[in-house]
Structure formats: C-alpha cells, structure tokens
C-alpha cells in the first residue's frame, strides 16, 4: 500500500494511494453497488471507488460466470477502484455460509477486485467476553490465512473485538502489524443504529492504538454524512454507503446533521440538482421508482458534500470546529464528542503544531481540542527557577503585549479596574515587582505567559465574551496550577470579576493601593521563553546564552514584532510572523543539538542518506530510524545520524509516530545548512 | 398588510402576504437587483421578491423615463414582488443626497413599485446618544410625511435608534403603530460586518419589542445565510442579499457556516451546480465575468437553501436547534447566542406550548430555550400546599415513571446505588414516605415531578448523558429551588454522584438503611397535578373534585396511559397520546371556567360572532377581545364572550400577544360542544 499523506488535522489526514484503477484521495465514501440492481450511475455524483459484494455474485451462477470472464470491472460497469466484502455480513445476519475463507479469497482475486476482504467474524456489540474472544480468534486466524492465500490484489482486513476495547486495540495490532493493505473498522453498525456514538467513539478509538497510520483505515458500513467529520478526526479515511439507496427507497433524505423523511417536508433542504428541481410534493406524486432514484441523487450528493467540505477543513486546519458544529445536530453525537475527552493524548499525538486558520472556541468541547493539551503540555518546558513573582492580568485585543497596558491596566471607562488588585496572603507590601512574571488568563488556553503572546495559537484564537462555566472552570484550573510555581502574586481586578464569584476568593486580600507594574516585555525573556517553550527546559539559555548584550535583534518596521536574532553578524534563529516559530539557523541548530540530549528534538535518519540532508533535500519517511515522540507536524527539529551527528534542521511534515511508521513520503522539508555544522 | 402566520416556532414565524405581484411565503430573501447592472436571473434560482434601488433610477435619466413609462417591473424585467429602496444608503455614505422624502415616496409610487420606503436616516451603531436622538427624530417625522404622501403601494417604515436599545424600542413602537406594512430594522451593517453579533441581538430584540406582530420585519442588510437562522428566530422575516454578487465579485463563497475565499480552497464546499460542476482551480482559471457568474450562482443557491432549511425547522419546532448549530460555527455568533439569554421571556413570549418535534439539548445555550422557562414557570402553578415529604430520583428512560422503578430503584448492577440514600437535615426516621411527592432531577429540565412525566417536552427530550457544567448547575438549581417547598427529602444516592462534588453535599445526612418506597404514580393525583400544570393552581380539583370514586379512567390497552376521564359516563378531559395535554370536553370546560377567574385561560371575543363559536367554528383574530397573557400556540383554552359567557373552548393557534394584534386569520380552532354550556 502506496498511502502517503497530504494535508494533517487532528487525527485526520488527507491521503492518496494508487491501484490498478486508479489514485484514491482519501477520506472519501464508496458507495454500495449491488451486483444485480444499479439504477444510480454513482461515478456521475463523484464516486471514485466503490464497493460491492463478492458472495453475492460467487452465489449467483450468471453473475459469477460473467465476474470470473469479464472482471467485477465489467460486471458492474465501474471502471474506478472496487473493493468486495466477503460475505461477513451474511454469515452475521444468516449465522452460516457455504464458502471458506480460502476460497472468497481466492475468488476475489480471479474476478479482478483491486481490493479484497477476508470472511472475518463480525461480532456484534455488548455480547459477553468469551464471545468476542473467540470470534476474534477465528478472524485473526483468517487474517493469517488470507495474507497466505492472497497473490496480487490489495487486501483488508477486518478490526473486530465487539465493544471491549481491549480486544479491539489487541486485534489492531495483531493484523496491523501483518501486510495487509487497508483496515476496516467492522461490526460498528448496530452502535449506529442506536445512537451509541460514545460507545462508538471507544471502539474507534481504541482500534486506531493499535492499527498503523501508514495504511487507510475504512468505518465499516458508516454511510451517513452525519458521522463522517467526527469519524474522520479519529483517524478513520474510507465510508462505505449502502444507505443512499437503502434511505432513498424508505423516503428519506440524509443531511449532514441528521435524517429527513419526506412526508414531513415542506421544503427541500440542500442546494443539489433534486433538491433545487423539485418540491416535497412534487417527488411525493411521483412513483416510487423516479422518487427513489432522485432521492438517492440528493443522498449521495450532500454525501459527497460533506466528504469535500471535511477534506477543506482537514486542509485549513478548522476540521475540530466542523466535528463540534456536526455534533451539535444530536444529543447522542454530542456524547460521543464529550468521550472523545477521554483521548486527548492520542488527539494530540498526530495534530500538527501550527496551522492555517485561528482556533475558534465554540462550546465547552473546544477546551479537549488537541491544541490545548499541547499548550498545557509545553508550559510544563518553562523555567520558573528565576522568579517567585506572579502578576495576572485579564485579556486584551492580541497579540496581548501589544494592547494590553492600555486596554487593561489603563481603562478610562472603569477606573476602579485600574486600581484595585487582589492579592496572595504571601504579598509583601515591599517587594520589587517591575520583573515579575506577568501572565494572562483567558477563554480558551487558560494562562498565557506575556512572553508567548504571539505564538500559534496563542494569539490566532477567539473565543465568546460569554463565558461558559467549563471555560470559567478550566482557567480557574490553570490559574490555580500555574500560580503554584510562584510564592507572590498581583491579580488584577478584571480577572476575579470575569472568572471568580464572590465567595471564591476568600483566599486573596484586595487592596487599591497597590499599582500594577507596566506590562512591558522584554525582548531576551521572551527570546528565552519561547525557545524553552518551543524546544524544552533550558532551549533559550543554550540557544541565546546569557548576555542579552551580544544579540542583535532585528524587528519589522511595521508589526514591531521580531524577526531575526543575530550574533556577530550571524542569524541564530529567525522569529516566523504568522505564528511566532523560532526558525533554526546553523548557530542556533548547533546550539540546540548540544544542549538537547538524543533524541530530544531530533529525527534521526540512515546514515546513508546523510549527504541528501546535508544539501537540503526532504528527508524521506523510509529513512528515518527514531524520531523525539513529542514532535508533530510544523514543529522545528533538529537532522542527525544514527551517530547523533548534526546533519541538518528542518520542519516536520508528520509527527513523530508518523515518520517511523510510514515508508513512502517526506518526512521533513530540510532547510539547507549554509555552512558544514 | 394581508399578513398571515402558517407555522410558528420560538419568535419564527412562516407568513404569507399578497402584493400586485403574487404571493410571498415569509421567512424569505430578496436579492439585491441593481437597475442596470444585472448578471443574473434570480428568478431562476428561487427568487420571488427583489430589492431594487429607486435613488438610483431616479438619478439616471434613462433609467428614470423607462421606469416611468414601463413601470419598474419591466425596467429589471423582474415579473414578482419588487421593494424599492429610497436612498438612505447613499445618505449614509454621501452625508447628502438631492432628493427630498416627499418625492422619493412618489418616486416609487410613480414607477410601480409593490413596497416602497422613506428616507430614513441610518443612524450607524456606537455614535453619542444626542446624535442618535436627533436623527431619530428626522425618522420617525418623515415616517409620518411618507404615510401621509403614500397612495396605493405598499409602505416600509425602518426601526432605527444605533446602539440604544431604549431608542429601538421607542422608535418601533412609534412607527409601529402607524399604517406601515413592513418593519425593516436600519443601520445593523457595520454590528454583521465587526462581527458584533451579540450587540446584534440587542438592537433586534429591542426593535422586535415595539413592533406588532402582524407585520413582516426586514433585517436590512442582512444578506449573509450565517446570520439568517438566529436572526428568523428572534423574529425577522425578510433578509436582502447584494452579497451574492458584491462576495462573488471579490471569490468569496458564502456558506451558511461562513465565509470561504475561492483562493483556499481544494474541494467546493456544497452540492449545487457549480460545487458539482467544478473544481477550484477550474474557476480559478476562468475569466473575472464567467467566475463571478458561477459564484453568485453558488451563493444564491446556498441563501435560498438555507432560507428553506430554516422554514422546515420552524415546521418542525426544531429552529433553536439549527440556530445552535449555525452559531457553533463561530465564536461571536456563540456571543450573540448567548446574550439571547437576556431576552428568555421575549422569546417564551411566542413560543408554541407543544411541538412536533423533540427537545434536543445540544450544549449549554439549550438551557435558555424557551421550553426551559416555560417549564420554570409553569411548575409554579403546582400546589404544595398538601405534602412536606420529597423524594429525589434519578432519570430513567423515558416516560419516567413507567422505567424509573426497575432502572433505577432496582438496579441489579449496582447494588450500592439501591441502598445508599442522601437525606436532609430535618429527615425523621419515623416519617411515612408512602405519599411523598416524588420527581426526577434530570437535564435539560432540571426538575421533572413523576406525575408530569408524559407532558411535552418532559418525556419528548434527549440529552448528552455526559454532562456539561452549566447543565449540572441548571439542574443544582432547580433542586434547591424547588426543595424550598419540602421539609423532609430524600435524595437517591445517583442523583448526587451525577450532579455534586463530594464537597458539595455536606449539608446532607447519608444512609443505607432506609429503602426508599416504590414510585407508583397514582392516578388521581398525576390528573390533578397535570391540570395545575397546564391550566393554573386549584385547576385540578376544580376539573376532578375531591372524590377520585367518582372518575372513571380509561387507558390505552398497548401503551397503559390514561386516554380519557369519565364522570357518571360523560367525558371531563381527554388526555392526549403524543404530548399528555388534557384536552376539554363540555364538562370539564364548565368547571375550568367556574374555578378561573376571567380573563385566566381565556380567549374573549366579541358576543356578535357567539354563535359561530357555539357551532364550532374556528375563531378569527379580528374578533379577539382580550386573551389570558399566559395564552401560547397549542394551548387548550375557553373561548367567552365579553360578558365571560362560556361559548365553546378549542385549541390556540397562536400566543395571545398574537391574537391581539392581528387582525386576518385563525386565533383558535375551536372545538364543537356536545351540549350548549
């Protein structure tokens, strides 16, 4: 399996592969074709691939005779890509079939498919344990057998293990570590059925910690528009979709966000062809035949729709923002949603760093969205040794260093905000407070060091004025975790008043005579704390030294943001405009490979490919041998040899799990080193 | 203005009206015809009413003898409903214009037009209250010039007022009760562009606050189809769009979500012609004419989608639903959602009393629909009078009380969840709990006592089972709200392991020696307590008596619920299957009508149209007299002449604010008594 990847959000992926008919870009949905009745050319409507049933035509004497001379290609007049099932769905529904799985196999093959399926077991949901352990030990014995018995097509095979995730995450690993080609999720049908979308959120994701993501995993028998966003944020790249039909005979139309039934329309919902045409009463006065297939268009266009909508914003990075819009459509969608909390680590692992579009807070869910794991994770790299000195102050326009003296501590409407302040029982009426560290705490990422306001996506966010109680309660976490490093600490009055009841502050003195130092920023604190926020604990120190004296810092004239530090004349690290990315140059790169101990910020290749590294060129996934598990997608790192000789420095294109697991595509775009490092 | 209300929902209403032009089918959106530059058919793409400019024509020699000759439908070529605006626009922009409110009002009576408006001033939002005033006062004056000056056209009468909620107010109630036939609400442009949607929600809901609900509303300027559901559901009727062609000039797709630049994008984002037709690049490469045509195309395919989707949902009762998830799409149309809690009761104001639909909660702006407030304050009319003992139980599937014994009580699962039981503080062992008033504290209706456990939306609901915060302190609230009236509680150990902290609960006593009684509902008392319900304190007793010997009960044989109440074989009440209202027969009309005091559940009418209501004919609005404030859409009412004569009852079609101020249509469908009354 050719599977390389194009676009990352989340845990989603755009992809593409080749087969013998043709390059599939992924996510996308095959429709269902049924060997004998095909009334919807489903090519027109925008299917590349489609899926159809190999025991069904190995049954029917015609339709098997014309399969084995003709090909499947011809049989069922598709010239893209075919995918059989092998019966599985039979043997569930009738308990027994008369054909082995050597013998599906092998028929698959002679009819043509591009893509075949072993006779996996598919064990429903809720049955009793030994059940499931069983059945799964015939399905992975298949598995084996079907890797044996296969010679030139592509080949699924089946996740199974009912609703015990441990099963799941057991059985995706066994056959994900053999040579099969796509893994589909199977027996997730009835959790559909029933509305257990947190059930369902447990199955898939269990079953993607143990499957590879080198290959395309497929959400067996999800056809519904309403679960492909939410689907696709886990990780899952192939639909399959029996129900266009099945609805459009039942009088139903899919949506995005739920199901229709005509008879209770007074309006046609979507934009496409059907629905612009006709009117409810129009297609009910119809036969049923015209209405089906007419329904049918509508179903697979918002189905294709909505499959090119979530490619877009899989593209823009705003796939989390579609997923919660989609899950606001049912109470049950929202649950599973509110489970997938429950992951957060696994979230994060394949979400990249920096994207295209600002994080937008839509609801209490947006607090799990893998950026904001990933923040609280990286201020865990900050050196609080130097300071015990805390002031907090609300929020700005952003960047917040940019606004906030004069929109916060300076407000002409409310004087009283300017000067009351509250203050920790350690408050040392005193102290000196003019190089304090000076934080904000805002919807939705909690506490932002005034250092880090113009990093991604710290200052590419916006979140309501009205807060929810989930976002109040998360900052009072933050506040309360963060504020645990310091022993002295100024609150500014904004911030009790937008995140406090009155009862909740019983630990803090107030005062209005205390005046808040301006909340100026330091250009070499910040220089320091981004790189120990971007690179770990210590990256600033190593990277810029201690003499703030020997650097040149270069800012642009119009943003007053800076862009490129020097030393002698020599650029360190540039300061990237649209996301606030320290860039390594070849000083900074060795400075940070001396201080960061292997395998701390590094891909580590073959040696063999050190001189394509060295010029510049993209270091492939083939050839990386490890990689530091906390890199992801955008992040700077460091190019080194198995003897942790600096090669070169790049950005990454995958994260780290990625790049090992892969064996085809870039790994990092390699920026040239000017000189030998 | 021939105004009629087909469908309601929250303050959404579908409407009719009639013009020299044809009939108009409100919510609608009329694109913005330029007189001389028209690239496109509109009518081709749903249009049935445009808006063009009359200051314009006006302007333009020719375009001024044409439109005076061949009247300005000929002019556009547009056969439907035409609307003329007056040059406030260009006022706005060009500080002045050459042409006075008299003759603008003739202007546009003179070419034809079917509504015609006066020169308004556009008061922008955020100026100084003075400046608003003075203007205002310009308004309102020629309001009064134009209503003198009108002959035969119909006439809009714009709510202006900037940013001044009280100014709103005052202007819409002054222009409001002039003869005006459309209501636009002027100057919102700059609030939608500075995305300042919850200051949005303001000016409108103030607007809607003075103005009758017999007229349509226009929410000028609103061409954009992300606004178009919150902006129906507060109460606007008519959106006018040049941004189908101003975006498609400049490669931006309109989507109902937002806004996307034809430049980013890899896939077309919907299922219309040109998303299915075309790739990105493939418009990319066209020349300006060609694209701009395609993407105005899109854009008003996707407009009148949406308009359509929102007339399904308001047909539905599912409006607030949609509005949830359009407003999930960004995080300032969530701000504007949620200042939308301030007018909870305008909202309720309108809002049917029961839907098609169920409630699905979807996130904490749910909380504030108007089934939430409804049910807060109808839980008021319950008599407490007679029990100081109440149990506290968790939810089950629903009805509650056909599941809440063996889900909850007996939960062969968890055994601890049986035995342990929470009381409060004036608890008494010796107690006898056989007769406690029981209810189930649930989200999203918080409390829900067992009796009411069929009544919409009580048993017609779905939440997420994994709760949100705000959810959770709803529901805390309501407890303690509504425990107030007890003096003895006992609280089941799953309601306080859903809904408290363990440091929440020290105010309570625990225990797992007391069992608590089974939740029998008793038939009596469920009839009584769904009458004080629905119809008001003491209505129970006044329908049922004191003697439960005296009812004969009949219930359904397949589902067990009660379906009607018998006195000495006469029929008192009915109650309905699919939402649990009691329905009237002639007895039970006649002792609500001796216990209520007048004008409580009462629609009065005028004593000359008596008999049609005796013979059961429906009652017009224009024959309305007064009505009971409590009165919404889908309540069960008596119908009284001014005399409070008891002439028949039926069912309301419509909330008393409505009944009062229109004057076409059907107030209530009344129901035929048996005998005279």
């Not at 269902?32 to 069904?56: C, E, L």
């Not at 994770?377 to 900050?382: G, I, S, V």
């Not at 501590?409 to 102290?431: C, I, M, R």
């Not at 805002?442 to 916006?462: K, M, W």
Request: aromatic share 8%; net charge negative; glycine share 6%.
């Amino acid at each position: 399996m050719n599977f390389e990847i194009k676009y990352k959000d989340a845990r989603a992926r755009i992809g593409t592969f080749s087969t013998k008919h043709g390059k599939i870009t992924t996510p996308t949905l095959m429709p269902v074709i049924h060997p004998k009745k095909q009334t919807i050319k489903v090519k027109d409507y925008g299917a590349k691939m489609v899926i159809t049933n190999s025991y069904i035509i190995n049954k029917d004497e015609e339709l098997k005779q014309k399969a084995l001379t003709e090909g499947v290609h011809e049989l069922i007049d598709f010239p893209g890509v075919i995918a059989t099932d092998s019966g599985s769905f039979q043997l569930s529904v009738y308990g027994d079939i008369d054909i082995t799985n050597k013998e599906v196999i092998q028929f698959q093959e002679a009819i043509g498919t591009d893509i075949g399926t072993s006779l996996d077991i598919p064990t429903p949901p809720y049955v009793r344990r030994e059940q499931a352990e069983n059945e799964l030990n015939t399905t992975i014995a298949r598995a084996h057998e079907a890797i044996e018995t296969r010679e030139h097509m592509l080949l699924n095979s089946v996740v199974q293990g009912s609703t015990f995730t441990d099963l799941r995450t057991m059985c995706a690993e066994d056959i994900g570590s053999m040579n099969f080609d796509i893994f589909p999720i199977g027996a997730v049908v009835p959790l559909m059925e029933q509305y257990k979308y947190a059930d369902l959120v447990d199955v898939v994701m269990s079953s993607m910690k143990g499957l590879p993501e080198s290959k395309p995993r497929h959400l067996m028998g999800a056809g519904h528009p309403m679960v492909f966003a939410l689907a696709v944020a886990m990780g899952c790249d192939l639909f399959d979709s029996a129900a266009y039909i099945l609805y459009a005979n039942n009088n139903r139309l899919m949506m995005p966000t739920g199901t229709l039934r005509l008879e209770n329309l007074i309006e046609m919902p979507c934009s496409c062809e059907v629905c612009t045409k006709y009117t409810p009463e129009d297609l009910l006065e119809m036969e049923h035949d015209q209405r089906a297939k007419l329904l049918a268009i509508h179903n697979l266009h918002i189905s294709f729709a909505e499959i090119r909508q979530i490619k877009q914003a899989i593209k823009d990075g705003t796939l989390m923002n579609l997923v919660e819009e989609r899950c606001a459509s049912h109470p049950f969608l929202l649950d599973g949603l509110r489970r997938l909390k429950e992951y957060n680590e696994d979230m994060e692992l394949l979400n990249p760093s920096s994207k295209e579009s600002a994080f937008f807070y839509t609801g209490p869910e947006s607090l799990n969205r893998p950026e904001i794991y990933h923040h609280q994770k990286r201020l865990n790299n900050l050196n609080f040794e130097d300071n015990d000195k805390l002031i907090i102050l609300p929020h700005s326009r952003k960047p917040y260093g940019k606004h906030i003296i004069r929109e916060s501590l300076h407000n002409k409407k409310d004087e009283k905000l300017n000067k009351t302040v509250f203050f920790s029982k350690d408050y040392n009426p005193g102290s000196d407070w003019s190089n304090a560290d000076i934080i904000i705490a805002d919807v939705p990422f909690g506490i932002i060091p005034l250092e880090l306001d113009e990093f991604y996506p710290l200052a590419q966010n916006e979140s309501p004025s009205i807060h929810d109680m989930n976002a109040i309660k998360f900052v009072q976490d933050s506040l309360k975790k963060f504020s645990k490093n310091y022993e002295e600490i100024l609150i500014h009055k904004g911030i009790i008043d937008r995140f406090y009841k009155e009862d909740e502050t019983d630990f803090l003195g107030v005062s209005s005579d205390i005046i808040l130092p301006t909340g100026k920023i330091d250009d070499f604190k910040r220089l320091n704390m981004v790189a120990d926020y971007q690179f770990g604990t210590g990256s600033g120190k190593a990277i810029f030294g201690d003499d703030p004296e020997k650097l040149e810092i270069e800012k642009s004239k119009k943003t007053k943001k800076i862009r490129s530090i020097k030393e002698d004349d020599e650029i360190v690290v540039n300061m990237r405009a649209n996301d606030g990315f320290l860039i390594l140059s070849d000083i900074g790169a060795k400075r940070l490979h001396k201080h960061s101990p292997s395998p701390k910020n590094r891909v580590i290749i073959n040696g063999e490919v050190a001189e394509f590294a060295r010029k510049g060129k993209s270091v492939f996934s083939k050839f990386v041998l490890d990689a530091d598990s906390d890199i992801r997608k955008n992040d700077e790192i460091l190019i080194v040899d198995q003897d942790d000789t600096l090669l070169s420095y790049g950005k990454s294109l995958l994260s780290s799990k990625e790049m090992l697991e892969f064996n085809i595509g870039s790994a990092v775009k390699t920026r040239k080193p000017k000189n030998e490092l």
